[in-house]
């Protein structure tokens, strides 16, 4: 659910995020820790780019709330872990998956095939679509007006490859601007600096809703999912994968999304 003062907390969070995902974390060392020095809590290490409501992001006191952010709670709790949280860029996570600094990723990530070479997902837990943000009074009604126009994205999301394809597929020349966060995308946005905001549908009509903005769906595409990730060969994939199963036949993952991603009034 998008709550009427997420915008608000997420703006008065900006500098503070700024400070604190700021392309470093503080993880280090062996994943899953059960050393005999820390035999009694096992730690779970996250890797997450809080800079995307509803799924992560930071509220006014600079905590990471969201939907991922429940979930990897829950998964952590139900499998006898304590969750170590680490905010880093977006584009940073598969290098901190691949080099054991986090045990996994939920940070909005879709498991594409791309992804896919490099990292193991757990099956699908979302799936939002892709949707482009444009100020209300905008003349950009289709995929066809961004012509000429500028698009920004968010630097190693599915949303910049779609982006490219848009362009090789469809012909549509318009100049494409990544950015480090997609909060840094409404700013753009709201300033006149790009034309449309190319985004997670989830992500993306909680901006229009609660900012006046205005957008459409993109008709193109069809992406897969958002998953956790891990590393090759990890362990805690099946066990992660069983989690996801039970929430899904109890319904505690579907109370998630009418909590963080259903709109209401």
Request: glycine residues 10%; hydrophobic residues 35%; negative net charge.
């Amino acid at each position: 659910m998008f709550k009427k003062t997420l915008f608000a907390s997420v703006a008065s969070a900006a500098l503070f995020l700024a400070a604190c995902g700021s392309g470093g974390d503080s993880a280090s060392g062996d994943t899953a820790d059960t050393s005999a020095d820390n035999a009694e809590t096992k730690v779970l290490k996250m890797g997450t780019s809080a800079d995307f409501p509803p799924f992560e992001y930071r509220d006014e006191a600079g905590k990471e709330i969201g939907f991922d952010i429940d979930l990897a709670n829950h998964i952590a709790e139900e499998l006898g872990y304590e969750l170590e949280i680490n905010d880093m860029k977006f584009d940073g996570l598969i290098g901190a998956l691949n080099t054991g600094r986090v045990d996994m990723v939920l940070s909005g990530m879709s498991a594409t095939d791309e992804r896919k070479q490099n990292v193991d997902f757990s099956t699908e837990y979302n799936r939002s679509g892709e949707f482009f943000v444009t100020t209300a009074d905008s003349d950009i009604k289709s995929i066809e007006d961004l012509e000429g126009k500028t698009v920004g994205v968010q630097l190693g999301t599915i949303q910049e490859d779609g982006a490219k394809r848009l362009k090789e597929n469809e012909g549509i020349n318009f100049e494409l601007k990544s950015l480090d966060n997609s909060l840094l995308l409404i700013q753009e946005l709201k300033t006149g600096r790009i034309d449309a905001a190319y985004m997670d549908k989830s992500v993306a009509v909680g901006h229009v809703e609660e900012q006046g903005l205005g957008g459409f769906d993109d008709p193109t595409t069809s992406s897969p999912g958002m998953a956790v990730a891990f590393p090759k060969d990890s362990d805690l994939v099946e066990d992660v994968n069983k989690v996801l199963a039970d929430m899904e036949e109890d319904g505690s993952l579907q109370e998630l999304k009418d909590k963080w991603l259903t709109d209401q009034e």
